[in-house]
């Protein structure tokens, strides 16, 4: 999508700097995907805690074959500016592995943490595995790694037939040359946490509780996304706070093809409430070129969106009741399903603070979640022939995203959705929907 503002910067993987894998000590604790949504903790090095290694793991580390661990840090003290780098590099990462001679591995997600939790701490990466241990792999990976100091730290695993493993990192010396760095540690199983190592970090990545959080990110990207300068400018001509008016505010949600454009205005018309949609008009123009960037990028871009949309709720419930389609709840849930790596059972468990409402955005009187059947949902999607964005398609292709988001929802609070049955006709929904709403406001 061209800009009006000019164009964008390009993204090179060597030129994304700030992210310097030797200006801190590499984590010790290690979280992988492993098929089926599950995930494996493992530790390295000298405070393992000396427990036998999981033997899904063994068999993804060792032989036969050879594994590689890529983990993008963050630049200590760098901030936001620091983690929008991670984020960018960590992205250009995972298109440089899907590409030839690359592709032909096999590619997990892979999250490095401190034993001690917390947030701030958590390196996002991969785990790259070539079956049949080709000595081209690891050339393709100097190559990629070469080209962008101070980038991804590379680590590399070697096994026995007991399932022993073993990792060794590497270090480019003088810009010419590969050596590996320290002895070889050993890989062993670690405790699972209490919680995701990625919770911690979610309100400054992807859920932010107020606009500034946000709006930082924003201002981040300035210099290579000039759109986000102009986004900011609306943004700052927001008052701090806004208050609704006295008539009802309903925001309806729900995955994509559950009817909420036809609910939403068919509500509209019904009750003589203004519609209004997240994100607005004024900036949906650069939607596209959002939904490119990272998680953190993209939740930055939806959540300002979110607030310029409750200046309008604002004005407009002085005069009538509002309908919006999509509000904050649909920017929360999945930023939260997209940094969750696994399964269900790794979700922030119900009533944790993540899924409270932002303290500074105007809430909405009732939110309605619509929900139907998964095989209803791609009926109607394969119906409308509509362009998707990049997290609608990952819906369709990934069960346990779906699950995830709709989890998420369900688990929100101050205000929580109200679920309903979207699956029935057009008319009987829009019964239920306005039986709800009168229940709530009569």
């Known amino acids: ?22 200006a801190m000590a590499p984590p010790r604790r290690f979280a992988l995907e492993l098929p089926g949504c599950g995930l494996a903790h493992f530790a390295v ?14 068999a993804l580390l060792g032989p036969p074959g050879r ?14 500016a620091a983690r929008v780098r991670a984020a960018r590099l960590h992205q250009r990462l995972l298109h440089q592995l899907r590409r030839d001679p690359l592709r032909r591995c096999q590619l997990r997600r892979l999250l490095c943490y401190g034993p001690g939790g917390g947030a701030g701490g958590v390196q996002r990466g991969f785990l790259l595995r070539d079956p049949g241990d080709s000595p081209d792999t690891r050339r393709a990976l100097f190559s990629l790694l070469g080209d962008a100091p101070g980038g991804p730290r590379l680590g590399e695993f070697v096994g026995d037939a007991r399932q022993q493993v073993w990792q060794s990192l590497w270090e480019l010396r003088d810009g010419a040359e590969w050596r590996q760095v320290g002895p070889r540690e050993r890989v062993l199983a670690a405790p699972e946490p209490a919680l995701h190592p990625v919770v911690p970090d979610l309100p400054s990545s992807g859920v932010f509780p107020h606009r500034e959080a946000a709006r930082a990110v924003l201002e981040a990207c300035i210099p290579f996304i000039p759109e986000a300068q102009a986004v900011l400018d609306l943004v700052d001509q ?9 008539f009802p505010v309903i925001a309806v949600e729900g995955l994509d093809a559950t009817g909420k454009t036809t609910v939403t205005q068919s509500v509209s018309d019904t009750l003589g409430a203004v519609l209004l949609k997240s994100p607005p008009a004024c900036i949906s123009q650069w939607r596209k070129i959002f939904d490119d960037e990272p998680t953190i990028i993209r939740r930055a871009f939806y959540s300002l969106g979110n607030y310029i949309v409750a200046s309008e709720i604002a004005k407009e419930s002085t005069k009538s009741p509002v309908i919006i389609d ?27 603070p993540i899924y409270q409402w932002p303290r500074d955005l105007l809430r909405p009187d009732l939110v309605l979640l619509l ?25 369709e292709a990934d069960s346990m995203f779906r699950q995830k988001v709709e989890v998420s929802y369900q688990r929100m609070e101050n205000p929580a959705c109200h679920v309903v049955d979207a699956s029935p006709s057009r008319e009987k929904v829009l019964q239920t929907v306005l039986g709800i709403i009168q229940n709530n406001f009569s």
Request: net charge positive; proline share 10%; with cysteine.
């Open 326 to 352: 999509r509000y904050w709840h649909s920017t929360a849930t999945y930023a939260i399903a997209t940094e969750v790596t696994g399964g269900l059972q790794y979700l922030p468990p119900a009533h944790h």
């Open 371 to 395: 929900t139907v059947s998964p095989k209803k949902r791609m009926q109607r999607i394969e119906g409308r022939g509509v362009e998707r964005t990049r997290e609608e398609a990952e819906l």
């Open 238 to 246: 927001l008052p701090e706070q806004v208050h609704k008016g006295k």
């Open 67 to 80: 594994s590689y661990s890529l983990c993008v840090p963050e630049a200590p003290g760098g901030g936001c």
């Open 1 to 22: 999508m061209a800009s009006a503002l000019g164009p964008r910067a390009p993204l090179p993987l060597a030129r994304l700097r700030g992210a310097r894998a030797l």
């Open 45 to 58: 090095g000298g405070d393992a805690p000396g427990a036998r290694l999981d033997p899904r793991v063994a």
